[in-house]
């Protein structure tokens, strides 16, 4: 479905019968599964396109036309977080993979690919800049973000790479937010 198309109220109505027809056949807890399970992979948006400038809110999040896109399968410090460099020193990691980021992006047109929407409402989106690519792998091959092992598995090679090379925050020591462990 077309960014900004709009169901007939006749549609609607037809899409409620059939989850209250399914909530009858299959029980409460299943259609609740199901009902979420629509409603984070609703078509209206999996699958839209956004296109145009990005702000850069942290490591992992953009926002393009006042529409907040999460990377997928990608996890970076938070911008107020400190990480230690490799001498042991703290620095305000978050803030310096933001400014990289947005050095690296600059004023180029971003396109984002929705996958999902997260429980923040975030579109969950794959994104590209010219120059650039995939940010979520520029991201990890520069040690900027570590793969999110949890959702995607696509990033997994490119964080070990990093890792082995001490590129970005694998040069020194972070806390991973994607999982339990520190490194």
Not at 51 to 62: C, N, S
Not at 88 to 110: F, M, W
Not at 125 to 140: F, M, Q, Y
Not at 164 to 181: E, Y
Request: aromatic letters at 8%; hydrophobic letters at 35%; proline letters at 3%.
């Amino acid at each position: 479905m077309a960014r900004g198309t709009k169901l007939s109220p006749k549609s609607k109505y037809r899409d409620c019968e059939c989850i209250l027809k399914s909530v009858r056949q299959a029980g409460w807890s299943t259609a609740l599964s199901l009902l979420l399970s629509a409603l984070v992979m609703h078509p209206a948006w999996a699958g839209d396109v956004l296109r145009g400038p990005a702000r850069i809110v942290d490591g992992d999040t953009l926002e393009i036309a006042g529409e907040r896109v999460r990377l997928l399968g990608i996890d970076a410090p938070e911008k107020a977080q400190i990480c230690q460099d490799a001498e042991g020193q703290g620095y305000q990691c978050g803030l310096a993979i933001k400014d990289e980021l947005t050095r690296q992006v600059g004023s180029s047109p971003i396109q984002c690919k929705a996958e999902a929407r997260d429980m923040y409402g975030r579109n969950v989106s794959k994104c590209t800049a010219p120059g650039t690519g995939d940010l979520g792998t520029w991201l990890v091959s520069n040690g900027y973000a570590v793969a999110y092992r949890q959702y995607s598995k696509e990033y997994i090679a490119l964080e070990e790479s990093a890792h082995a090379a001490q590129k970005g925050i694998w040069a020194g020591s972070f806390q991973n937010s994607s999982s339990a462990w520190h490194h």
